[in-house]
């Protein structure tokens, strides 16, 4: 990982906070405007707010516009545009032993407010390829974060659950970012719709 692409990582990694919830979590920017995180992490939480990279970065107020329960994403919109926006991989699914990896924020009141980054591999896409098992080392505070292919850095899932049991410690989840692509394409849009207008403008 070098430190280029590292740095983009953290400048649209979000840290999730929300007065009420039961946790916090990770986030990421798919839009200038909107990040995506999981529906629990927020779930019953009031005072939305979200922060970019490390350190001393400003808190932004953010509010619930879109979501499932059930296959527990949402959307976020925030007050002022991200500082980066995640690339997603919308058309290809991951296959059985790419190499994956993961940002987050795991238990930060314990492991500190840096952004922590692990590795590992997919071993099985299950649920009729809706969810993405992968053997990324996990925690609380990575749920919502991204899940990213080592070979173009693209998005390709969403960090959702790990399954507490001694005999599947290794088995941790991503919703597959192809399966929530229709959800998706509207945030899409409204990025393809800023880049035609720059584009314009240069005629």
Not at 108 to 126: H, W
Not at 153 to 158: A, C, D, Q, S, W
């Given at each position: ?8 990582g953290l400048q649209l990694l979000a840290a ?95 492991m500190g407010a840096e952004v922590k980054f ?32 080592y070979d173009d850095h693209k998005v390709v ?47």
């Amino acid at each position: 990982m070098n430190a280029k692409l590292y740095f983009a990582g953290l400048q649209l990694l979000a840290a999730i906070s929300s007065v009420g919830a039961a946790l916090t979590g990770t986030g990421f920017a798919i839009a200038p405007r909107y990040v995506m995180t999981a529906y629990h992490v927020i779930d019953g939480g009031r005072n939305l707010s979200v922060r970019f990279g490390e350190g001393e970065q400003p808190w932004i107020n953010a509010e619930y516009v879109d979501g499932n329960v059930e296959d527990d994403w949402c959307i976020l919109k925030i007050d002022r545009d991200a500082p980066c926006v995640a690339r997603l991989n919308l058309e290809r699914l991951p296959t059985q032993g790419d190499d994956v990896y993961t940002y987050g924020y795991p238990i930060p009141s314990v492991m500190g407010a840096e952004v922590k980054f692990n590795r590992g591999n997919v071993s099985a896409l299950v649920e009729n390829k809706r969810l993405i098992q992968h053997s990324v080392p996990t925690t609380n505070g990575n749920s919502g974060g991204p899940l990213c292919s080592y070979d173009d850095h693209k998005v390709v899932g969403l960090h959702v659950m790990g399954l507490k049991v001694e005999l599947a410690q290794n088995a941790k989840y991503a919703v597959s970012l192809c399966y929530l692509k229709s959800s998706l394409m509207y945030y899409m849009m409204f990025l393809f719709k800023i880049a035609l207008l720059v584009c314009l403008m240069f005629l």
